[in-house]
């Protein structure tokens, strides 16, 4: 599925799309298309090898730079790490790893995409959200006979004399 996407490259958009794909294992954009719009780009630490859909290795071999780009879908913006390589036709891959990170809705039908908006609450509630361990686990284990005791309706009224 392609989108249509704004790229902001100082102070100027430059439309086009891009390509939807879940089996891509990372976040691209192309090399020439980087170049004709003087995106900047900076080197990787340690390059990446790249091998094609087929197996093949990837005509530009290894990616050795990326970018920091703003990505404007619709009217959601989103800052966007893109590893430049080359992409034939496409000028913008978004991989399984962007899929993950903004978790969008597709509509396959409409062949619409729609980002969603996470807010700092909500994503503070993910992160703190923790799974609740059973009674057992949190006592030690010379108190189990008195488990009851630590139990949430017991612990809600007043003890009996």
Not at 13 to 29: M, R, V
Not at 89 to 112: F, H, S, V
């Amino acid at each position: 599925m392609r989108i249509p996407v704004q790229v902001k490259v100082y102070g100027q958009t430059i439309l086009s799309n891009a390509l939807i794909d879940s089996g891509a294992e990372g976040k691209f954009i192309d090399s020439k298309f980087v170049t004709k719009h003087c995106i900047p780009v900076r080197k990787l630490i340690k390059p990446i090898p790249v091998h094609n859909v087929d197996g093949t290795p990837n005509q530009n071999g290894t990616i050795t730079h990326y970018t920091l780009c703003p990505l404007l879908f619709g009217n959601k913006l989103t800052m966007a790490f893109l590893l430049v390589t080359s992409l034939g036709k496409e000028d913008i891959i978004l991989g399984l790893p962007w899929l993950k990170q903004r978790n969008p809705l597709i509509n396959w039908k409409e062949g619409t995409i729609s980002i969603r908006r996470t807010t700092t609450a909500t994503s503070l509630a993910q992160r703190t959200t923790k799974t609740i361990k059973p009674l057992k686990n949190s006592i030690l284990a010379h108190y189990h006979n008195f488990i009851h005791l630590f139990e949430k309706k017991a612990a809600e009224r007043f003890p009996i004399e």
